[in-house]
């Protein structure tokens, strides 16, 4: 299954780099350090999302370590990794979409060379008050009639594993319907 996953995201990157300007073609997937623009905001977008779930998961009864998706290890919160997946493309994706596309970020947002990149503080601080915007931004739940935030919809995500381990619903994933 992460076979698939994988080779999924590496035909979304391909497509991405068709729309994107030439400093920010990913080209290829690569971390620690991420190698070029687009690379460094995925990774540094993907661990802010890994921390929120995170953050999310100890309001649950779960068990960060115990995943169904990634190989759980003692000490790797292996589940925050999984419930990550459902949300990247959800939230990460569409803020470096919106950061790129309306040219919010320059040449002082990035530190470092191609081959060794990271995020500025200056860039860090674009790209986390467009992610708190994000988790702050609600939407209308079908299933609940009510407004609910990004934040929130991961709780709520966690509460439906919760159920599904349980034994008291079957668990249906998140499908975007706004």
């Known amino acids: 299954m992460m076979n698939v996953e994988g080779r999924i995201r590496d035909r979304y990157y391909s497509a991405l780099d068709v729309?994107?300007?030439?400093?920010?073609?990913?080209?290829?997937?690569?971390?620690?350090?991420?190698?070029?623009?687009?690379?460094?905001?995925?990774?540094?977008?993907?661990?802010?999302?890994?921390?929120?779930v995170l953050s999310e998961i100890y309001n649950t009864q779960l068990n960060p370590t115990i995943s169904y998706l990634h190989e759980p290890f003692e000490r790797r919160f292996s589940l925050s990794l999984d419930v990550s997946e459902i949300f990247k493309?959800?939230?990460?994706?569409?803020?470096?979409l919106k950061l790129v596309n309306k040219?919010?970020?320059d040449e002082g947002c990035f530190r470092g060379e191609i081959g060794d990149m990271l995020l500025s503080e200056k860039g860090k601080k674009i790209f986390l008050a467009e992610y708190n915007a994000k988790l702050g931004t609600t939407?209308?739940?079908?299933?609940?009639?009510?407004?609910?935030?990004?934040?929130?919809?991961?709780?709520?995500?966690?509460?439906k594993l919760a159920k599904h381990v349980l034994g008291d619903a079957e668990y249906k994933p998140l499908v975007m319907w706004w």
């Open 103 to 105: 040219n919010m970020l």
């Open 19 to 52: 729309i994107f300007p030439e400093e920010y073609k990913i080209t290829k997937r690569t971390r620690r350090p991420p190698e070029n623009r687009m690379n460094t905001l995925i990774s540094f977008g993907n661990s802010l999302m890994y921390t929120t």
């Open 89 to 96: 493309p959800v939230i990460v994706d569409r803020i470096i």
């Open 139 to 159: 939407i209308k739940h079908k299933g609940l009639k009510r407004n609910v935030s990004y934040k929130r919809l991961i709780r709520l995500e966690l509460y």
